[in-house]
């Protein structure tokens, strides 16, 4: 009777083994990698808040009508994993490329995690993904524009946000609109890092590309205490635009900077990044009335579609504050990732790889002013694109492409300290 009773556990042992995810598990666990302390941890929390606020939306019942179309945003869970919830399972790379590789060892060896996301800094994502191609684990990068991130051969890794060169390429698009300046002659500002330095070389490229001359060509260290002689080469340059690509730290440092040399060129053009940071927009603000930024987000685009309001509605009523161009990227992540998971019906890296290649989602299934998220044959999203915007007011509102425009008296330039 014994023998009997323990052969029939030692059965449904052997049959759990091999059950399905969805049906020996609940719970589904993701990696998240992203500056929370450091230079950047005020950037690094708003992409967690937004994150969280994806996984609510798949876990939980939502009523708003808006969301309809958006895969899983019906809060029942992952359905072809047996309603199965989402958990991510955080990591802090406090902006260092080497820690963020550390977690990526251990969300995968220790959480076990079926995927990896982040880690905003390019510099990060470059090392994180390392491990996860090495490991044979998903790693879906929502917010890193570095273009050779996408560009390395890798097998599992996948970005649903542009890269750098399609957002420079969208400046000098814009540029050629500008008609109350010149626009001809560029210098370029950036950290030497990942994300600066492929900045530059996209800025090099299109430049070229669309007749326009670099004058000056300005390197520095991120977080520097000091910027004073880079806002010296910038002035001696005299060029007619100046792009950025600082994080929020070093982008209120160069403000600082500049405003106390009383130098301001004439048409000031952020890489997204610190620009956009809720931070930098409630400090500096008010002083840089008229600055440029590329984006993939505005809240005065939340009209083209019903998503966008409702999903910029119910951040604000979680947060107090609205979604930006580099949470809103993240949230969107997630829900990508969450959707590629539930195709797969698994937690086999393999299927869920297979599940990411196949993802072809269109405008009106992402929460984003894109055509949609289709991965090509490098991981790249295909079908993203971006915006510029001005900052008026107490925040920034779209200016390029024309079709998102709410104010037909933007862009007022040249721009000028307040």
Same mark, same amino acid.
């Given at each position: ?229 880079? #806002? ?5 340059? /005299?060029? @007619?635009?100046?792009?950025?690509? $600082?994080?929020? %730290?070093?982008?209120? &440092? ?112 992402? #929460? ?5 998220? /289709?991965? @090509?044959?490098?991981?790249?999203? $295909?079908?993203? %694109?971006?915006?510029? &915007? ?29």
């Amino acid at each position: 009777m014994k023998k009997n009773i323990l052969a029939g556990v030692l059965a449904s042992l052997a049959m759990a083994a091999t059950l399905p995810a969805h049906a020996a598990d609940k719970v589904i666990r993701i990696g998240a990698i992203y500056p929370l302390t450091g230079s950047s941890a005020s950037t690094g929390q708003e992409l967690k808040e937004a994150i969280d606020l994806a996984v609510d939306l798949v876990n939980n019942p939502h009523a708003d009508a808006g969301l309809a179309g958006i895969p899983l945003a019906q809060g029942k869970g992952l359905p072809n994993l047996g309603g199965a919830k989402l958990q991510v399972v955080y990591e802090d790379s406090q902006g260092k490329p080497e820690v963020g590789l550390a977690d990526a060892q251990r969300l995968i060896d220790q959480e076990h995690v079926v995927a990896l996301t982040g880690a905003y800094q390019s510099g990060v994502t470059k090392t994180a993904s390392r491990i996860a191609e090495q490991r044979g684990i998903p790693y879906l990068n929502a917010e890193s524009s570095s273009p050779d991130l996408t560009e390395r051969g890798y097998k599992w890794f996948f970005r649903t946000t542009p890269n750098d060169e399609t957002f420079i390429e969208n400046m000098m698009q814009f540029l050629d609109t500008v008609k109350t300046v010149p626009t001809t002659k560029i210098a370029v500002v950036y950290e030497n890092t990942d994300f600066g330095v492929n900045t530059y070389k996209a800025v090099e490229k299109f430049a070229k590309k669309y007749h326009r001359q670099i004058v000056a060509n300005i390197a520095y260290s991120a977080n520097s205490p000091s910027v004073t002689a880079e #806002v010296q080469k910038l002035s001696d340059a /005299k060029p @007619d635009v100046a792009i950025f690509a $600082s994080y929020v %730290s070093d982008a209120m &440092l160069f403000v600082r900077t500049m405003r106390e040399a009383k130098y301001a060129p004439p048409v000031l053009l952020a890489n997204d990044a610190g620009f956009i940071d809720t931070r930098f927009i409630q400090e500096m603000g008010p002083q840089v009335q008229g600055v440029l930024t590329r984006d993939v987000w505005a809240t005065d685009v939340t009209g083209a579609k019903p998503a966008l309001k409702a999903i910029n509605d119910l951040f604000k009523a979680k947060y107090g504050k609205e979604l930006n161009g580099n949470n809103a990227r993240s949230l969107e992540g997630i829900l990508v990732l969450a959707d590629a998971i539930n195709r797969a019906g698994s937690t086999d890296p393999q299927a869920i790889r297979k599940a990411l290649i196949a993802t072809n989602l269109n405008a009106n299934q992402v #929460v984003m002013p894109w055509a949609g998220v /289709k991965f @090509d044959a490098n991981g790249q999203n $295909s079908e993203g %694109s971006g915006l510029i &915007l001005q900052m008026d007011g107490p925040g920034y509102k779209t200016v390029w492409p024309t079709s998102y425009r709410s104010d037909a008296a933007l862009p007022k330039l040249p721009f000028a300290w307040k």
